[in-house]
């Protein structure tokens, strides 16, 4: 996951494109830049050293006309307001896009989650929720898991709320299983952007046999999208962390290259492979590339060297408007981030439903109904962009634009 997101300046160009193009207002266009609120609170706590620590937490609601607010929680150091407005922002257009009732929200705080004892993050999530836990509900803000957080933060969460509330399990997604996470939910994001490119290869009717792909960035995206690409047919020639780039021209044993990292830490020389560096697996000549790592990856500065047939965003922004410009003149599609990487918040969607049933679904119908639902969003922005001649980007905001204005004129503001 991104620890990044576009500016806010970038977003709102692009949104404004997407108005300008359907006629709307710029009232309209005001409406849809801003947040309908925006929360920001102190959290202080005890350290396991008896010292006082006071952090400063964020949660911005943008809109929930077609549904409750949803989105991530993110601990780390660059958590800002800004930052935070901005992922909020894209997960509205995210929902929207993937045609699923919810709204877009994000969260944060502003810490340093490694330099934190388990203890002192419990606390830390337990009082967050205790500051704001009229602002969220299963029927009002949903919050999932993001840079920094992962299961056991929301199952605090969970905890937290309920202490207060009443147990209700819909109020958090990405749980851990006992607590009514779903199946699925920690490959979904990487698995939703190898069905993303498989969409694409039937819409250019191509075959996935013997193509290759590089993938920046080797986390839970990264690597689960590595291993459902594999599946398909596809031959991983590059992956890349913050220490290096493994380069194969004949693809890569992901599992050996898994464990050597887990062993290790990082990248380490390999019989067979070459060891670059980090920003290498941008550059290597593939069919795809995958940049799921950072904001801003791909930049004025490095987009003509870029060597792939086809980029699919698995980070938030990996492009910059510099970069698609320069790409959109060399002719290299850029599937977005809105649509590549919503394999996270559909799954989400779908454990949120299975909550509020008190009725869980096995793995095969979670990724049945993850493929039906990120397939169908696919084509419908294939088509649009056909029809329009457009990029992938803006038929991405269009749909997502004419939807939320949709469910603001049936609600009338």
């Not at 801003?34 to 102190?42: H, L, P």
């Not at 990248?267 to 069919?287: H, I, N, R, S, T």
């Not at 922005?381 to 634009?401: G, M, N, P, T, W």
Request: charged share 25%.
């Amino acid at each position: 996951m991104s620890t990044s997101t576009p500016s806010r300046s970038a977003f709102e160009r692009t949104l404004k494109g997407a108005c300008d193009r359907l006629g709307y207002s710029d009232a309209m266009f005001r409406l849809l830049a801003s947040a309908a609120r925006e929360i920001k609170v102190d959290i202080p706590i005890l350290r396991d050293n008896g010292e006082l620590a006071v952090f400063t937490g964020y949660r911005v609601q943008h809109q929930n006309a077609r549904g409750p607010y949803k989105g991530g929680l993110r601990y780390h150091s660059s958590v800002d307001i800004d930052e935070v407005r901005g992922l909020a922002s894209l997960m509205t257009l995210k929902t929207a896009l993937v045609d699923i009732p919810l709204g877009g929200g994000k969260g944060g705080i502003e810490c340093n989650p490694r330099e934190l004892s388990p203890r002192e993050l419990e606390r830390l999530t337990r009082k967050f929720v205790q500051r704001i836990h009229r602002e969220i509900g299963p029927e009002t803000d949903i919050m999932a898991p993001d840079v920094g957080t992962n299961a056991q933060t929301m199952g605090w969460i969970y905890s937290e709320y309920g202490a207060i509330h009443a147990l209700q399990p819909a109020v958090v997604t990405g749980k851990p299983l006992s607590l009514g996470g779903s199946p699925g939910r920690d490959k979904a994001t990487g698995y939703g952007v190898a069905l993303t490119i498989q969409a694409y290869a039937a819409h250019t009717k191509t075959k996935l046999e013997h193509k290759t792909a590089a993938i920046q960035g080797f986390g839970n995206v990264g690597h689960h999208a590595a291993l459902c690409l594999k599946e398909m047919g596809v031959k991983i020639v590059a992956v890349s962390d913050s220490r290096g780039t493994i380069h194969c021209k004949d693809g890569i044993d992901i599992d050996r290259v898994m464990a050597k990292k887990k062993e290790f830490g990082r990248f380490d020389e390999m019989p067979g492979y070459e060891l670059k560096e980090p920003a290498a697996v941008l550059e290597l000549p593939c069919d795809y590339l995958i940049p799921a790592a950072l904001g801003d990856a791909i930049h004025a500065g490095n987009a003509h060297k870029v060597k792939a047939a086809v980029i699919v965003e698995g980070a938030n922004g990996p492009c910059t408007l510099d970069a698609d410009r320069i790409l959109g003149e060399r002719k290299i599609p850029i599937i977005p981030d809105i649509l590549a990487n919503a394999g996270g918040v559909i799954v989400s969607y779908f454990e949120w439903v299975q909550n509020l049933q008190r009725h869980g679904w096995d793995l095969e119908k979670v990724d049945a109904e993850l493929a039906r639902t990120l397939k169908k969003a696919a084509h419908a922005v294939f088509e649009h962009a056909e029809d329009q001649k457009i990029s992938l980007r803006e038929a991405c905001y269009d749909i997502s634009v004419m939807r939320v204005k949709e469910a603001l004129d049936a609600t009338g503001f």
